[in-house]
């Protein structure tokens, strides 16, 4: 599976971006898609992530309450909203599939597919 994330770029402090996420193949099947993000000289951080074919999303504390994972069945992309941006959500943000059980979403270990990464920058 190829992932391609997309939507990153430059927004002020308290803005919006969407990010999208999507598989070469067309489908993510039953798989999860977990968004994490890397800053400079930081190790992967998990954001959120879901199971494709329904069920439970989770998100990391630092990002509850603002940002949030949706996916678009007809365009087979799952999106991440987000919104009240802050300078400490610069990072690359990337995509990731994993096939393993809920207990083993926030570990970027349990990802086997990632994409390229997007890169999101919020400053004035």
């Known amino acids: 599976v190829q992932l391609q994330a997309s939507g990153g770029g430059l927004v002020q402090p308290g803005g919006s971006l969407r990010l999208s996420c999507a598989a070469s193949d067309g489908s993510f099947s039953n798989r999860v898609i977990g968004w994490f993000r890397q800053a400079p000289g930081k190790e992967h951080e998990f954001v959120g992530a879901?199971?494709?074919?329904?069920?439970?999303?989770i998100y990391a504390d630092s990002v509850k309450g603002r940002f949030t994972i949706s996916k678009d069945r007809a365009k087979n992309t799952v999106d991440l909203q987000m919104n009240s941006l802050k300078p400490e959500d610069t990072a690359v943000y990337y995509c990731?599939?994993?096939?393993?059980?809920?207990?083993?979403?926030?570990?970027?270990?349990?990802?086997?597919?990632w994409g390229q990464g997007t890169l999101v920058t919020v400053s004035s």
């Open positions: 990731a599939t994993s096939r393993g059980p809920l207990s083993t979403w926030r570990r970027a270990t349990s990802y086997d597919y």
């Open positions: 879901t199971r494709w074919s329904g069920g439970s999303t």
